[in-house]
Each structure stands twice: as C-alpha cells, then as structure tokens.
C-alpha cells in the first residue's frame, strides 16, 4: 500500500469526483501528490507488482506447499488476499529467466579452452556419388585454384556416401553444376544452406555458446506458447458444463508459476552450492535438495489435479499419467522445433 501524502484538493485528478477519503469512491484512484521521488518509484513498483504487503508471501507459501489451493480460493471470489494468476505468472517469469541470464551456467574458463581447440571431424552432409559431381564443379569457375585444391583433398577422404561443405559458396556451387539426379531436394539444400550459413558466420567455439543464450532468453516464449496448449488438453479430460475453459486457464497459470518458481529455487541453491562442490557433504545436501526438488515438482501435478476438479485417486492418477504423456510429448515436439529455430536464425 503507497505511503505517499494525501493531497488537500479532494477533487479526483482522474474523474474530477469529490474525494472525501483517500481513494476515489468513483473511480478508485488514490487521491496523493503526483510528484514522487525515484526512490518511491522503485518502491512502489514492487508494492504495485506483488501487493507486497502479506498477499505475496502468501501467495508464495500456497503455491509451493498447498497444491491448487490458490486456484480454488481465486475461482471462488477471494481475489484480493493474493496476487492475481497473470500477474503472478509474469513476476515469477521476469525474476527466473533475468536471474538465469545474469549466472550462465556455461563457464567461462570452459568456453575459451573449447574455443582454441580445432574441430576434429568435418561436417558432413548426405550426398550421393560425390566425385563425380565434383568433376563437373572443378571445370567452373566458381573456385580459386586454392580452393580447388582443398575440394579434391576434401573429396580424397570423404566418404562414397557424404560430402564435407567448406562454405556456402561451395554448397552453392555443387547445388548449382552437380547432375540433375544428384541434386539435393530443395529442402534439404534449404536446411543445409541454413546450418552452413550458422557454422559460417560462427567460430565453433562460440557456436554452442550462443546457441544456448539465444535458447534461453526465448524459452520464456516457448512456455506462454504452449500453456494455452495445456489448457485445452485440460478441457477436453473434464465436463464441459461444470468446468469453463478459463478455470483450466487459472489452473495452468498457477501450475506453470509453480514449475519456475521451484526451478528458480533449485538453480539458485545449486549456484549458492558451487563454491563449496569440493565438500562431500556439502555435494550430499545438494543431492537431496534436487531429489526432493524435482520429485516434488514431478509430483505436485497429480494431488494439485485432484483437490481442484475433485475425483477419486484412481480417476485422477489415470487422468494424471495420460495428460503428462500427451503433454510431454507434445513439449518435446514444439521444443524440438524451437531448437531448430534458434540454430537457424543465430547471427
């Protein structure tokens, strides 16, 4: 609740309504001095976010330790004694993925020694018969007679079956003279140029690095892509007539809160963990922290599920298992793309 000084005019500055006590009973604004200093902006941008009073821990404690009560007690009409579903979701979001972009996970130390070592196999592509498309390619003039060279001692040790691509200028070239029957389909000469482009413009040491970051940093899209996805696997497993489609929204928004809120818990104790790695028991608690961590959040779906839509244990446990295989499978699909979509479109 702000803190700020009650203005004398008791005239709204919002709705012009005459304000006899401090919030307008017509519009709601409070009526306090527009002028703030910085250091009640920042304050009043948590106090705004989180209710910071006793609504955010309170929040907080129910959704680690009392599945799907936050979901019952908000559809019931208790909406003011915690933080509202999106709100929540987005607080929760915005702190775990800035405070996973601010301690990476990849040392750096790693990363430099990767960087000096050479790649010690070629990337190779399927390509059929390439010594004889090649006979075609060193007639051009495409190349340099450098160039030349490293194709014929690239062709010397490659495969009957694959061919290793120096360029794109190379990849080009070959797509360009090789033979009709020997040409590869537009999509795979599409997905090659893709990935040739990504290793050209980045040096292997950096490639897995950015790659990575770049995940990352859009995962959080990934995520709010596939909760409505969630949702409606939700509402096609529960009666349409008791259960809106919006119930199975708020539950999905307090699940997926849950699941970063304990990730971020889990991947701030293991950073807090890492100094003191050396230490067997230190090593020991860590071990039990993640086992109880991730098997509470593995398991927290299945009572969460039944305290909210209120069925018996063998129906929520079937309900349970099928949902999890359905989604599972889907997350790994729109995962799997998004990986494929982030190689492609690194710089």
Known sequence: MSKSKIRKDKTCLNC??????KFCPNCGQENTDTRKTFHH??????????????AFWKTI????????SLTKEYLSGKRLSYL????????????????IAL????????????????????????????????????????????EKDSIKNNIDVADEEYFSYKSVRELDSIQKHAPESEKLSDFSYWANRKVQIVID?????????????S?????????FVFMPIFAFSLWLFHNKKRWYYFDHGIFTLHYFSFLLLLFLLLFLINKAFTPFSESSLVSFI????????????????????????????????????????????????????????TFINLH
């Open 16 to 21: 012009r309504y005459v304000v006899e006590n």
């Open 41 to 54: 902006l920042f304050i009043h941008f948590f106090e705004d976010l989180t209710h910071y009073e006793n």
């Open 61 to 68: 404690k129910n959704l680690l330790f009392k599945p799907a």
């Open 84 to 99: 509202a579903p999106v709100r929540l979701y987005i607080f929760i979001s915005f702190i775990t993925f800035l405070l």
């Open 103 to 146: 301690f990476p996970n990849v040392d750096s130390d790693v990363v430099k020694i990767n960087e000096k070592e050479p790649a010690k196999n070629p990337i190779t592509f399927s390509f059929k018969k390439p010594k004889k498309a090649t006979e075609k390619i060193l007639n051009t003039n495409d190349f340099s007679k450098e």
């Open 201 to 213: 413009n980045n040096p292997k040491g950096d490639l897995f690095k950015k790659f990575t970051e």
């Open 215 to 223: 995940f990352i940093h859009n995962f959080s899209k990934v995520l």
């Open 286 to 341: 860590q071990i039990v922290i993640n086992f109880i961590g991730i098997g509470w959040m593995f398991y927290y779906f299945y009572p969460a599920h039944r305290r909210f839509y209120g069925e018996t244990r063998f129906i929520s446990f079937i309900k349970c298992s099928l949902l999890f295989f359905i989604n599972f499978i889907l997350v790994s699909i729109i995962l799997s793309l998004f990986a494929l979509y």
